[in-house]
Protein backbone atom coordinates (compact mmCIF):
# COMPACT_ATOMS: atom_id res chain seq x y z
CA UNK A 1 0.00 0.00 0.00
CA UNK A 2 2.94 2.45 0.49
CA UNK A 3 3.17 2.79 -3.20
CA UNK A 4 -0.08 3.55 -3.43
CA UNK A 5 0.85 6.42 -1.21
CA UNK A 6 3.07 7.42 -3.51
CA UNK A 7 1.09 7.68 -6.60
CA UNK A 8 -1.13 9.64 -4.94
CA UNK A 9 1.24 12.33 -3.56
CA UNK A 10 2.52 12.35 -6.62
CA UNK A 11 -0.84 12.99 -8.46
CA UNK A 12 -1.72 15.62 -5.72
CA UNK A 13 1.51 17.48 -6.62
CA UNK A 14 1.38 17.55 -10.48
CA UNK A 15 -2.38 18.26 -10.22
CA UNK A 16 -1.51 21.60 -7.63
CA UNK A 17 1.09 22.92 -10.75
CA UNK A 18 -1.75 22.42 -13.08
CA UNK A 19 -3.58 24.36 -10.92
CA UNK A 20 -1.41 27.12 -10.66
CA UNK A 21 -1.20 27.47 -14.15
CA UNK A 22 -4.82 27.58 -14.58
CA UNK A 23 -5.17 30.19 -12.15
CA UNK A 24 -2.46 32.43 -13.52
CA UNK A 25 -4.23 32.36 -17.01
CA UNK A 26 -7.28 32.77 -15.51
CA UNK A 27 -5.98 36.07 -13.50
CA UNK A 28 -4.50 36.97 -16.71
CA UNK A 29 -7.65 36.87 -18.68
CA UNK A 30 -9.49 39.15 -16.25
CA UNK A 31 -7.09 41.61 -15.98
CA UNK A 32 -7.53 42.12 -20.00
CA UNK A 33 -11.23 41.24 -20.03
CA UNK A 34 -12.01 44.82 -19.23
CA UNK A 35 -10.39 46.25 -21.43
CA UNK A 36 -11.73 44.19 -24.65
CA UNK A 37 -15.35 44.65 -23.16
CA UNK A 38 -14.51 48.44 -23.34
CA UNK A 39 -13.03 48.65 -26.57
CA UNK A 40 -16.04 46.03 -28.21
CA UNK A 41 -19.38 47.86 -26.44
CA UNK A 42 -17.11 51.69 -27.21
CA UNK A 43 -17.04 50.87 -30.83
CA UNK A 44 -21.47 50.95 -31.25
CA UNK A 45 -22.27 54.78 -30.76
CA UNK A 46 -19.43 55.31 -33.04
CA UNK A 47 -20.30 52.50 -35.43
CA UNK A 48 -24.25 54.13 -34.70
CA UNK A 49 -23.33 57.58 -35.80
CA UNK A 50 -21.42 56.64 -39.09
CA UNK A 51 -24.52 54.26 -40.03
CA UNK A 52 -26.54 57.20 -39.35
CA UNK A 53 -24.82 59.51 -41.40
CA UNK A 54 -24.27 57.29 -44.14
CA UNK A 55 -28.34 57.12 -44.46
CA UNK A 56 -28.46 60.77 -44.44
CA UNK A 57 -25.95 61.08 -47.43
CA UNK A 58 -27.55 58.10 -48.92
CA UNK A 59 -30.84 60.61 -48.82
CA UNK A 60 -29.22 62.71 -51.20
CA UNK A 61 -26.73 61.09 -53.18
CA UNK A 62 -26.71 58.13 -55.31
CA UNK A 63 -25.94 54.49 -53.16
CA UNK A 64 -23.95 53.41 -56.68
CA UNK A 65 -20.92 52.31 -55.56
CA UNK A 66 -18.53 49.29 -56.06
CA UNK A 67 -18.84 48.51 -52.18
CA UNK A 68 -22.91 47.91 -52.85
CA UNK A 69 -22.58 46.50 -56.15
CA UNK A 70 -23.62 42.49 -56.52
CA UNK A 71 -20.73 41.08 -58.49
CA UNK A 72 -21.40 38.64 -61.08
CA UNK A 73 -18.21 38.40 -62.93
CA UNK A 74 -16.59 35.58 -60.37
CA UNK A 75 -17.57 32.74 -58.16
CA UNK A 76 -14.59 33.74 -55.60
CA UNK A 77 -15.94 34.37 -51.64
CA UNK A 78 -13.70 35.31 -49.25
CA UNK A 79 -14.68 33.79 -45.91
CA UNK A 80 -12.58 35.53 -42.60
CA UNK A 81 -12.23 33.23 -39.61
CA UNK A 82 -11.58 34.61 -36.60
CA UNK A 83 -10.31 32.39 -33.59
CA UNK A 84 -7.68 32.16 -31.26
CA UNK A 85 -4.10 31.93 -31.22
CA UNK A 86 -4.10 29.70 -28.12
CA UNK A 87 -5.80 27.13 -26.68
CA UNK A 88 -7.57 26.95 -22.77
CA UNK A 89 -10.30 28.69 -23.75
CA UNK A 90 -12.83 26.04 -23.95
CA UNK A 91 -14.92 25.42 -26.83
CA UNK A 92 -14.28 29.27 -28.24
CA UNK A 93 -12.06 28.48 -31.48
CA UNK A 94 -13.45 24.52 -31.90
CA UNK A 95 -17.37 25.98 -31.97
CA UNK A 96 -16.00 28.99 -34.18
CA UNK A 97 -14.52 26.35 -36.67
CA UNK A 98 -17.64 24.53 -36.68
CA UNK A 99 -19.59 27.27 -38.05
CA UNK A 100 -16.89 28.00 -40.23
CA UNK A 101 -17.12 24.30 -42.07
CA UNK A 102 -20.94 25.15 -42.19
CA UNK A 103 -20.61 28.13 -44.09
CA UNK A 104 -17.79 26.84 -46.48
CA UNK A 105 -19.90 23.92 -47.65
CA UNK A 106 -22.77 25.96 -47.95
CA UNK A 107 -20.76 28.15 -50.45
CA UNK A 108 -19.41 24.95 -52.23
CA UNK A 109 -23.03 23.83 -52.85
CA UNK A 110 -23.90 27.12 -54.43
CA UNK A 111 -21.13 26.88 -56.56
CA UNK A 112 -18.87 29.33 -55.00
CA UNK A 113 -15.56 29.08 -54.33
CA UNK A 114 -14.32 29.65 -50.73
CA UNK A 115 -11.10 31.35 -50.51
CA UNK A 116 -10.47 31.35 -46.83
CA UNK A 117 -8.38 34.19 -44.79
CA UNK A 118 -7.63 33.72 -41.31
CA UNK A 119 -7.50 35.56 -38.14
CA UNK A 120 -5.56 33.67 -35.14
CA UNK A 121 -3.32 30.70 -35.26
CA UNK A 122 -6.14 27.90 -34.42
CA UNK A 123 -7.33 28.47 -37.69
CA UNK A 124 -4.47 28.54 -39.38
CA UNK A 125 -3.14 25.12 -38.13
CA UNK A 126 -6.58 23.70 -38.48
CA UNK A 127 -6.68 23.96 -41.99
CA UNK A 128 -3.04 23.51 -42.71
CA UNK A 129 -3.10 20.19 -41.15
CA UNK A 130 -6.32 19.28 -43.53
CA UNK A 131 -3.87 20.65 -46.41
CA UNK A 132 -6.62 23.60 -47.25
CA UNK A 133 -4.91 26.63 -48.99
CA UNK A 134 -5.33 29.70 -46.69
CA UNK A 135 -5.11 33.01 -48.68
CA UNK A 136 -3.95 35.42 -46.49
CA UNK A 137 -2.93 34.71 -42.40
CA UNK A 138 -3.00 37.46 -39.24
CA UNK A 139 -1.27 35.64 -35.71
CA UNK A 140 -0.16 36.59 -32.80
CA UNK A 141 -3.20 39.29 -31.47
CA UNK A 142 -6.15 37.50 -31.68
CA UNK A 143 -7.58 38.87 -27.79
CA UNK A 144 -5.85 42.23 -28.39
CA UNK A 145 -5.88 43.62 -31.90
CA UNK A 146 -3.82 46.29 -32.29
CA UNK A 147 -5.08 48.94 -34.64
CA UNK A 148 -2.42 48.06 -37.13
CA UNK A 149 -3.75 44.77 -37.74
CA UNK A 150 -6.95 45.68 -37.73
CA UNK A 151 -6.27 48.31 -40.67
CA UNK A 152 -4.31 45.37 -42.36
CA UNK A 153 -6.77 42.98 -42.42
CA UNK A 154 -9.69 45.65 -43.37
CA UNK A 155 -7.55 47.12 -45.66
CA UNK A 156 -6.68 43.43 -47.81
CA UNK A 157 -10.35 42.08 -47.34
CA UNK A 158 -11.33 45.54 -49.46
CA UNK A 159 -8.54 44.98 -51.64
CA UNK A 160 -9.91 41.72 -52.68
CA UNK A 161 -13.25 42.51 -53.15
CA UNK A 162 -12.52 45.80 -55.15
CA UNK A 163 -9.64 44.18 -57.26
CA UNK A 164 -11.09 42.60 -61.04
CA UNK A 165 -11.09 38.99 -61.59
CA UNK A 166 -7.43 38.89 -62.79
CA UNK A 167 -6.07 40.46 -59.80
CA UNK A 168 -8.14 37.39 -57.57
CA UNK A 169 -10.63 39.47 -57.34
CA UNK A 170 -13.85 37.82 -54.83
CA UNK A 171 -17.69 38.76 -55.16
CA UNK A 172 -18.49 38.40 -51.81
CA UNK A 173 -16.29 39.08 -48.32
CA UNK A 174 -17.60 36.88 -45.17
CA UNK A 175 -16.68 36.91 -41.73
CA UNK A 176 -17.36 34.49 -39.28
CA UNK A 177 -16.34 35.29 -35.32
CA UNK A 178 -18.08 35.22 -32.07
CA UNK A 179 -20.06 37.92 -30.92
CA UNK A 180 -19.88 39.36 -27.09
CA UNK A 181 -22.90 39.38 -25.57
CA UNK A 182 -21.87 39.02 -22.00
CA UNK A 183 -19.24 37.13 -19.25
CA UNK A 184 -21.60 34.20 -19.84
CA UNK A 185 -22.67 33.99 -23.32
CA UNK A 186 -20.52 34.77 -26.22
CA UNK A 187 -22.56 33.76 -29.72
CA UNK A 188 -20.72 32.57 -32.92
CA UNK A 189 -21.64 34.48 -35.89
CA UNK A 190 -21.62 34.25 -39.47
CA UNK A 191 -21.51 37.79 -40.83
CA UNK A 192 -21.68 38.87 -45.03
CA UNK A 193 -19.51 42.38 -44.86
CA UNK A 194 -19.29 42.82 -49.04
CA UNK A 195 -21.13 43.54 -50.88
CA UNK A 196 -23.46 46.31 -49.02
CA UNK A 197 -27.07 47.03 -49.14
CA UNK A 198 -27.82 50.30 -47.49
CA UNK A 199 -30.94 50.65 -46.84
CA UNK A 200 -32.23 51.59 -43.27
CA UNK A 201 -30.40 51.92 -39.58
CA UNK A 202 -31.36 49.41 -37.29
CA UNK A 203 -29.30 49.04 -33.89
CA UNK A 204 -25.90 50.41 -33.37
CA UNK A 205 -23.87 50.50 -36.50
CA UNK A 206 -25.98 47.81 -38.68
CA UNK A 207 -27.08 49.01 -41.74
CA UNK A 208 -29.98 46.32 -42.81
CA UNK A 209 -30.53 44.83 -46.15
CA UNK A 210 -33.80 44.84 -47.58
CA UNK A 211 -34.97 44.18 -51.48
CA UNK A 212 -38.21 46.02 -50.67
CA UNK A 213 -37.99 48.44 -53.76
CA UNK A 214 -35.44 50.07 -55.88
CA UNK A 215 -36.52 53.69 -54.50
CA UNK A 216 -36.33 52.91 -51.10
CA UNK A 217 -32.35 52.01 -51.36
CA UNK A 218 -32.18 56.09 -50.93
CA UNK A 219 -34.88 55.91 -47.81
CA UNK A 220 -32.14 56.02 -44.81
CA UNK A 221 -33.64 58.29 -42.49
CA UNK A 222 -37.91 58.47 -41.36
CA UNK A 223 -39.67 60.09 -44.82
CA UNK A 224 -42.75 61.14 -42.76
CA UNK A 225 -40.48 63.57 -40.65
CA UNK A 226 -38.86 66.70 -41.42
CA UNK A 227 -35.27 66.06 -42.84
CA UNK A 228 -32.78 68.61 -42.40
CA UNK A 229 -30.85 70.09 -45.06
CA UNK A 230 -27.57 69.09 -45.60
CA UNK A 231 -24.62 70.96 -47.87
CA UNK A 232 -21.80 68.80 -48.86
CA UNK A 233 -18.50 69.63 -49.66
CA UNK A 234 -17.53 68.56 -52.65
CA UNK A 235 -20.10 66.96 -53.15
CA UNK A 236 -22.79 64.14 -51.71
CA UNK A 237 -21.26 61.88 -53.92
CA UNK A 238 -17.67 61.91 -52.79
CA UNK A 239 -18.68 62.14 -49.05
CA UNK A 240 -20.74 58.85 -49.61
CA UNK A 241 -17.79 57.06 -51.30
CA UNK A 242 -15.51 58.00 -47.97
CA UNK A 243 -18.18 57.22 -45.27
CA UNK A 244 -18.70 53.51 -47.23
CA UNK A 245 -15.29 52.42 -47.06
CA UNK A 246 -15.09 53.87 -43.47
CA UNK A 247 -18.11 51.96 -42.37
CA UNK A 248 -16.93 48.62 -44.18
CA UNK A 249 -13.57 49.22 -42.23
CA UNK A 250 -15.10 49.62 -38.66
CA UNK A 251 -17.71 46.67 -39.35
CA UNK A 252 -14.49 44.68 -39.22
CA UNK A 253 -13.07 46.17 -36.81
CA UNK A 254 -15.98 45.60 -34.32
CA UNK A 255 -15.90 41.93 -35.35
CA UNK A 256 -12.54 41.84 -34.21
CA UNK A 257 -12.59 43.49 -31.03
CA UNK A 258 -15.94 41.68 -30.41
CA UNK A 259 -13.92 38.11 -30.99
CA UNK A 260 -11.11 39.57 -28.26
CA UNK A 261 -13.38 40.04 -25.98
CA UNK A 262 -15.23 36.25 -26.68
CA UNK A 263 -12.09 34.55 -26.54
CA UNK A 264 -10.98 36.15 -23.25
CA UNK A 265 -14.51 35.94 -21.17
CA UNK A 266 -14.17 32.12 -22.66
CA UNK A 267 -10.67 31.75 -21.23
CA UNK A 268 -11.56 33.03 -17.84
CA UNK A 269 -14.61 30.69 -17.67
CA UNK A 270 -12.47 28.09 -19.03
CA UNK A 271 -9.52 28.49 -16.20
CA UNK A 272 -12.01 29.33 -13.54
CA UNK A 273 -13.48 25.82 -14.40
CA UNK A 274 -9.99 23.98 -14.63
CA UNK A 275 -8.84 25.42 -11.31
CA UNK A 276 -12.23 24.29 -9.53
CA UNK A 277 -11.73 20.96 -11.02
CA UNK A 278 -8.04 21.01 -10.30
CA UNK A 279 -9.61 21.43 -6.45
CA UNK A 280 -12.11 18.82 -6.49
CA UNK A 281 -9.17 16.11 -7.91
CA UNK A 282 -6.53 17.37 -5.13
CA UNK A 283 -9.22 16.97 -2.45
CA UNK A 284 -10.13 13.30 -3.76
CA UNK A 285 -6.43 12.06 -4.38
CA UNK A 286 -5.70 13.52 -0.55
CA UNK A 287 -9.01 11.26 0.71
CA UNK A 288 -7.23 8.61 -0.81
CA UNK A 289 -3.92 8.77 0.22
CA UNK A 290 -5.22 9.08 3.73
CA UNK A 291 -7.18 6.27 3.20
CA UNK A 292 -3.92 4.00 1.70
CA UNK A 293 -1.89 5.57 5.15
CA UNK A 294 -4.59 4.28 7.70
CA UNK A 295 -4.55 0.93 5.80
CA UNK A 296 -0.75 0.97 6.13
CA UNK A 297 -0.38 1.85 9.58
CA UNK A 298 -3.16 -0.84 10.51
CA UNK A 299 -1.20 -3.56 8.89
CA UNK A 300 1.58 -2.39 10.53
CA UNK A 301 0.11 -2.83 13.64
CA UNK A 302 -1.76 -5.77 12.78
CA UNK A 303 2.07 -7.22 11.87
CA UNK A 304 3.13 -5.97 14.86
CA UNK A 305 0.43 -7.94 17.41
CA UNK A 306 0.32 -11.27 15.45
CA UNK A 307 4.45 -10.73 16.19
CA UNK A 308 4.00 -10.49 19.91
CA UNK A 309 1.39 -13.13 20.01
CA UNK A 310 3.67 -15.16 18.15
CA UNK A 311 6.50 -14.75 20.65
CA UNK A 312 4.24 -15.08 23.75
CA UNK A 313 2.94 -18.48 22.69
CA UNK A 314 6.30 -20.06 22.67
Known sequence: MAGNQRVYKQRIRSTQTLQKVFKAMELIASSRIGAARRHAQGAGPYDHALSQAVAAVGTYGHLDHPVTRERTDTSRVAVLIVTSDRGMAGAYSATILRESEKLLAQLVEEGKEPVIFTFGRRAAAYFAFRGRRVEYSW????????????????????????????????????????????????????????????????????????????????????????????????????????????????????????????????????????????????????????????????????????????????
Do not use: K
Request: without cysteine; charged residues 25%.
Open 139 to 314: TGESDRPTDASIEAVAATLLEYFLSPVSAGGVAEVHVVFTRYVSMVSQVPEVRRMLPLTVVDVEGPGELVRDDIAADQLRAGLDTTAVQPVYEFEPDADAVLDALLIRYVRSRIRNALLQAAASELASRQQAMHTATDNAEDLITTYTRLANAARQSDITQEITEIVSGADALGSQ
